[in-house]
């Protein structure tokens, strides 16, 4: 069984690109979730995919967008990167069986740095 | 605001002694807890869930974790800490109640622990 996989691992931009982060979810898992993690705080929910749709959405700008493929692997991308933005960006898959009580598997995560 | 409390940023154990780590929480609803670990350069992993039933939930690698509803409490424990249980430790609630999605895990701002020899 393939656990969830992300890339890049470390990835390093200047204000105002634009970054592309993938994610593989966990071998028969059809959702999945992206979390910001800041140095120092825990995991903060960015949105969740389900069905190439999104499927619920934390308290993230619009710059934060994301994609889900048929394959149920996943894209987060964000645009006019800012120095806040720096941190480790997680991916988590999960069954959706309609059970809400499924653990989430995460991702290795990747770091970006914006400078 | 639905929140996650761990009060502790660092939690030190000698190693073969208990270990607690603390967490509170505040949500609307009977929300659904998780604890999850995470070592350096690493994700993060399960270690347990409480959902429904029994308070006294039991886990990975010989972490427990007690529910508590009436102080809102999830803290996690272990009998006897190993060296190798140093490591970053995360609470989570789901609230029930949140509009269906499965993915909006609130997490606590984490709790290193450290076990000495």
């Known amino acids: 069984e393939t656990g969830v996989t992300q890339s890049p691992t470390h990835l390093i931009k200047t204000r105002g690109q634009q970054v592309t982060l993938r994610c593989s979810s966990q071998s028969g898992h059809n959702t999945v979730s992206w979390y910001q993690q800041a140095l120092g705080q825990g995991p903060q929910f960015i949105f969740q995919y389900y069905r190439e749709e999104e499927n619920g959405r934390g308290n993230f700008p619009p710059r934060f967008s994301g994609l889900q493929f048929p394959n149920y692997s996943s894209e987060l991308n964000v645009n006019a990167l800012e120095l806040d933005d720096s941190a480790l960006y997680l991916c988590?898959?999960?069954?959706?069986?309609?059970?809400?009580?499924?653990?989430?598997?995460f991702g290795p995560g990747t770091r970006l740095t914006v400078l | 605001a639905q929140s996650v409390a761990q009060p502790e940023d660092q939690v030190n154990v000698a190693e073969g002694n208990p270990l607690t780590v603390k967490c509170t929480y505040s949500v609307s609803g009977n929300p659904y807890l998780f604890w999850y670990v995470q070592y350096p350069n690493r994700g993060l992993q399960f270690l347990l869930k409480y959902i429904t039933g029994d308070n006294l939930v039991k886990g990975s690698y010989g972490f427990e974790a007690e529910f508590n509803k009436s102080q809102t409490s999830f803290h996690l424990k272990k009998p006897s800490a190993l060296v190798s249980d140093s490591a970053l430790y995360f609470c989570a609630v789901r609230p029930m109640n949140y509009g269906g999605s499965q993915g909006n895990l609130i997490f606590g701002k984490g709790t290193k622990l450290s076990v000495k020899p």
């Open positions: 988590a898959s999960s069954p959706k069986d309609g059970s809400s009580y499924n653990e989430q598997f």
